[in-house]
Structure formats: structure tokens, C-alpha cells
């Protein structure tokens, strides 16, 4: 019995040190991914919101930034959002578990890093990150931080597919939203338009869906990248946004849902609410 419990110690603190040495490295890899994002900081188009910025934009468009921002709100630069929700496992069917997050943004040029914890079970949990930095997308998930389950980075499609998240999630912050040398839309009807975005190499759209009240009720892509068996499948794909609330002088979603629009109908995957929101904004000092 002695050495069964020597034995049991030892195996313990074996454990307990990798577990702590992998935090270590998961942090120093989100140190590292962050650095990335902040050296590819660049100036806004434009110092503050003004109302003539809307003229020529779909009607849908102009009604939901006249809703959402004041005028004289300055651009926003970056975010740092922190999040509460579940997530879906499940290949087929449900299997949800609950996950915090903290998410990093750039607005000039787009980028974002999202760096989750999931919890598997009792003491046992998934680390994530997921991330646009300029002209490559990232995909890493490990076991406790030890065992990796996926590990995705490069250009092509893993990057159209975070930029595509990146865009889907500017109704957290609007003023990126407003047309510029990147950003461009196209008339749809008199409830949706559609966003073009190109950075570098990456070009995307997203129908954007409005509300009768001017807001975001959705976004919608006819083709994103799903990972399935083997490999992955292009899949259409939908963000849809709730509860509307004043943040900083701009009305935006805290809760959402995420979901793919596969063959037997939708399968929901990511389910979040904003617990904490901050922004960085644009020096406004003699702004036009």
C-alpha cells in the first residue's frame, strides 16, 4: 500500500506539472499570436462617424447605421470581448458544452484572435484558439492544452473562412461596417444588402439581414468551409444576433447563435453572450 500510494503521488505530480507547462506554452502562444496582431495596427480611413457618410449606401444600410450609432461616434479601432455560452461537439446531433472566451480585435487592418477554454468534463477541458491575422487564418484546438485535436493555419480557404467571422461579427463594432477602400456593398432588397470585403489575397461576402427595427438579424454565407471526416466541405452558413443594448455610444448584439444549413436541416454549433465589452478608439483630434 505504500508504494501504491508513492506511486499515485508521483503520477500526480507528473500530471500536474504538464498540465501547468501547457498552460504556460498555451499562453505564450496567445502572447505571441497577439503581438502579430497589434505590429499590423494601421490608422483608420476616417476619425469619426458622420451621417453624410451614408449617402449612396442601400436604404437598409442607412436605416441600420442611423439606428445604431450617434453621430460624432469615433471609429473603432480594436475590442476586447470576453464571451459565456456553449458549444456544440457533436458531429451529428447535440452534444453542448460550456465554454468562456476572451477575443481580441483590430478593426485597421481586420484581424481577431479568440482564445476559448471548453470544458469536456469535471477537471478536463479544450483550449481553442481561432484567428484572422492579415492574409492567414488559424485553427488550433488541444486536450487540457497537451493532446492537439486540430491545428490549421495558412491562407486560402482557412483564411477566407476567419475573415468571413471577422465580418459576421462587426455588429459588435459598427463603425467597421462603414464603407472604405476594403469594405464595399451591393443592394440586395429593401430588408438585406451585401458586404464585399477584400484584405490582400482574401475576398468574401455576406448577405447582411435586416429587421424591421434597422438592426442585424442575421448574416448569411451560401459556402464557408466545414470540417467533416476527412476533410472538409463547403457548407452555408448563418450568424444570427440578439439583444440589443447601447455600448459606447453604439447599439449592438450580446447574444448570438452561430449554425451550418446542412442536408437534414440546421445544426447549431456556438451559442454565445458578451459578458464584458471594451473598445479603443480612433484619435479624434481634428478628425474629419
Known amino acids: 500500500m505504500k508504494y501504491l500510494l508513492i506511486i499515485i503521488a508521483v503520477v500526480v505530480l507528473l500530471v500536474t506539472g504538464s498540465l501547468i507547462i501547457a498552460d504556460f506554452r498555451w499562453k505564450g502562444t496567445t502572447r505571441s499570436l497577439l503581438a502579430g496582431l497589434e505590429s499590423a495596427a494601421e490608422l483608420p480611413e476616417r476619425g469619426l462617424y458622420r451621417p453624410q457618410m ?3 449606401l442601400p436604404e437598409p444600410l442607412q436605416r441600420y447605421f442611423r439606428t445604431v450609432l450617434e453621430p460624432g461616434t469615433p471609429m473603432v479601432t480594436g475590442v476586447q470581448v470576453l464571451h459565456r455560452g456553449s458549444f456544440n461537439m457533436a458531429e451529428e446531433g447535440s452534444n453542448w458544452k460550456a465554454f468562456t472566451s476572451e477575443q481580441r480585435v483590430s478593426v ?9 477554454r471548453i470544458s469536456i468534463m469535471p477537471g478536463l477541458g479544450a483550449r481553442v484558439h481561432d484567428a484572422y491575422l492579415p492574409g492567414e487564418g488559424i485553427l488550433k484546438a ?12 495558412g491562407p486560402g480557404e482557412i483564411a477566407r473562412g476567419e475573415l468571413m467571422r471577422w465580418l459576421a461579427e462587426a455588429a459588435w463594432y459598427p463603425t467597421a461596417l462603414l464603407p472604405g477602400r476594403k469594405l464595399h456593398w451591393e443592394a440586395v432588397d429593401r430588408h438585406s444588402a451585401r458586404a464585399v470585403l477584400r484584405d490582400g489575397e482574401v475576398e468574401l461576402s455576406l448577405l447582411f439581414r435586416f429587421n424591421d427595427e434597422g438592426l442585424i438579424e442575421s448574416v448569411y454565407s451560401d459556402g ?13 452558413w448563418e450568424g444570427r444576433w440578439s439583444n440589443y443594448q447601447w455600448r459606447e455610444g453604439m447599439l449592438i448584439p450580446l447574444s448570438g447563435e452561430v449554425l ?3 442536408s437534414n436541416g440546421e445544426k447549431p454549433y456556438w451559442r454565445g453572450e458578451i459578458i464584458d465589452i471594451e473598445y479603443t478608439f480612433a484619435d479624434t483630434n481634428g478628425a474629419p
Open 108 to 116: 485597421y487592418p481586420p484581424g481577431f484572435l479568440w482564445d476559448a
Open 260 to 262: 451550418w444549413h446542412i
Open 54 to 56: 451614408l449617402e449612396g
Open 142 to 153: 488541444s486536450l487540457a492544452g497537451l493532446i492537439p485535436l486540430v491545428e490549421l493555419r
Open 224 to 236: 464557408r468551409d466545414r470540417m467533416v471526416p476527412g476533410g472538409t466541405e463547403r457548407t452555408p
